[in-house]
Structure formats: C-alpha cells, structure tokens
C-alpha cells in the first residue's frame, strides 16, 4: 500500500511538473496552446479624411442678427444695380419707345446703337443717369427683400411641420411662396422711390426732374401724393410672381448643384444659380414689368397720355398697336442686365453673410 501510494504520489506529482515543464501540455496545455496561437482581430480602420475634417455645417443665418440681414440684403442689392445701372437705363428707354413715338414710324436701333447715342448726346455719365436713387430705393428695398424671405421661410416652414422638410415639393412651395410675398412687401415698402427712378433714367435730352427730391416735390404738386404710387397694381402683379420664380429656381438649383457637386465654392454656385434664376423670372414676367413702366410714366413729364385705361386695357392697346412683340420690347438689354444683376445680388448677400456671421461668432 505505501509503494504504490508513493509510485502514485510520483507519477502524479511527475505529471504536474513535466505538464509546467513543458507549458501545461498534459494538464490542459493544449488549451493555452491554441489560445496563444489564436490571431487577435484587426483594429478598426480609421475614418476617411472627410469625416475627419467634417464640422456640423451652420447656417449663416442663424448666426447674424437683423441688422446684419438687412445691412447685407441692401448692399448687395445696391452694390449689383450700381454695376449693372447703364443697362438698367438701356431697357427703360426701349421699354417706353412706344409711348412718345408714332408706332408706324418707330425706330428700332440695337442695343449698340441706343448706347452710341447716349454717349454722343448726353455723354458718358448719363449711362448712370438716376443711380443715385436707384441706391437709394435698393438699399430698403432688397434690405427688406431679403429679411422679409428669411422670416417668410422660417414661418412656412413652420407652420408646414417637420414631417415637410426632406419633402422636395413642400420646400418649393414654402421658396416661391415666401419670395412672392417677400416681393410684395419690400415693392410695397419702397414704391415711391421706384418711380422716381424711373422718371428720372427716362428723361433723355429734355431735364424735366432735376433731381431726387425735386422729382418727389414736382409729382406731389402735379398729381397728388396718390402720384407717387401710380401703377402700384400692375407692380405688385409683376414682382410677386418674379421674386417668387426668381427665389424658388435659385435655392432650387442651389441645392441641386451642392447635391451633385459638393466641393464647387459657394460663391461661384451662387452667381450661377442667381443668373439662371434671374432669366427665368424675368421672361415669365417682363409683359408686367413693361406695363407698370408705360404707367409710372404716363402723363410725367410733359408727356401726353396715351392709354387712360387700367391694367388691362393697357395690355390690350399694346398688342393692337404693336403686336405680341410689343410687350417684349426690351427684352435683349434686360437679359445682359439680369444674368450679371441676379447672380451679383446673390452671391453678394451669401458672402456678405458669411463674412459677418465670422464676425458675429469669432472661432
């Protein structure tokens, strides 16, 4: 019994010592064996660069206040009608030819030609002949234009819910409702100086307006104050439509370029899309736009009147004397003025509100 209890205690205690010998291989060595010899899984790779380099994007809107919105709104729309101003004048003038002239002997001079003659006869500046009220009605004008849209918008959209907003249709809807209604209010806001403007890059030769407020004082005293707000209708009739079109195709197309190309710079989408938008309102809507010119000048000026009807005899009258042609009079000089206007404005107010939304939240 004590040999082969001691042969046991050997054998067993000689197991032990050659299974720690030898790495535990008798006494579940094949265990630790494999679980040495197992691959550890790879690590994670890491993240693209974009996503490392990707901030939460801000909207510029929300970080400037309403000064900063209507400082921004009223540059921009000053800063692009300054550039643009000798065309602005050169579509006024083809605009109201068939309101002083004998239609059967009216003239037609290109673009070139009208330019020529305006450089010959009333010299170089007159290209910028009522600029300084052109400023002057801009500057509340796109200022409330484009404060009016951004409110406009945060209220559609609210009112349509969040369930909306990844809804293409809802967000054209609440684009070209909330730019007709911007529209609206800012041509609402500021008439008055519009027709100023407008008698004032009419005048040719013959100074009848000898200024700014000259031209206020002289309609007062001669129509009325009810004379600085004539062809209001026809004006709101026209720029609800225009700035609803023009709104909704720019943020449209805007979105649809940042979709497809995300790294093109935001300026230059900008003045793309604004151009592409400003053709767009403009021929849906240029008939109006004559039509409220022809009634801002009727009878001003010495002029005589010609129509003494509203809105709509007034478009009747045109297509019996001039034809269908005749409500598109000036069309030519308005396109080389709104593809540069439209996409300045735009791409001015989005820099601008980069620039002070910088300022406002310093990094």
Known sequence: MNVEARVGVVMEGGQRALGSAHGGVLDGGPRSFFQQQQ?????PPPP?????????????QSQIGTVQQLLAGGVAGAFSKTCTAPLA????????????????ALSKPSIWQEASRIA????????????????AHRLPYSSVNFYAYERYKSM???ILGENSKGSASAGLCVHFIGGGMAGITAASA??????????????????YYRGIWHAFNTICREEGFLGLYRGLGATLLGVGPS???????????????????PNDATVMVSLACGSLSGIASS?????????????QLEGAGGRARIYNCGLFGMFGHIMRTEGFCGLYRGILPEYYKVVPSVGIVFMTYETLKMLLSRISTPD
């Open 190 to 207: 500021t008439y008055p100086l519009d027709l100023v403007r407008t008698r004032l890059a009419a005048q040719r030769n013959t100074v």
């Open 283 to 295: 021929t849906a809507t240029f008939p109006l736009d004559l039509v409220r010119r022809r009634m």
């Open 48 to 60: 693209p660069p974009q996503q490392q380099l990707k901030k939460p994007s801000l909207n510029p």
């Open 89 to 104: 004048r050169l579509t006024i003038l083809f605009q109201v030819q068939g309101m002083h002239t004998d239609v059967a």
């Open 120 to 135: 010959n006869e009333e010299g170089f500046r007159a290209f910028w002949k009522g600029n300084m009220v052109t400023i």
């Open 156 to 158: 559609l959209q609210s």
């Open 243 to 261: 700035i609803a079109i023009s709104f909704s195709v720019y943020e449209s197309l805007r979105s649809f370029w940042q979709y497809q190309r």
């Open 39 to 43: 691959p550890s899984p790879p690590p």
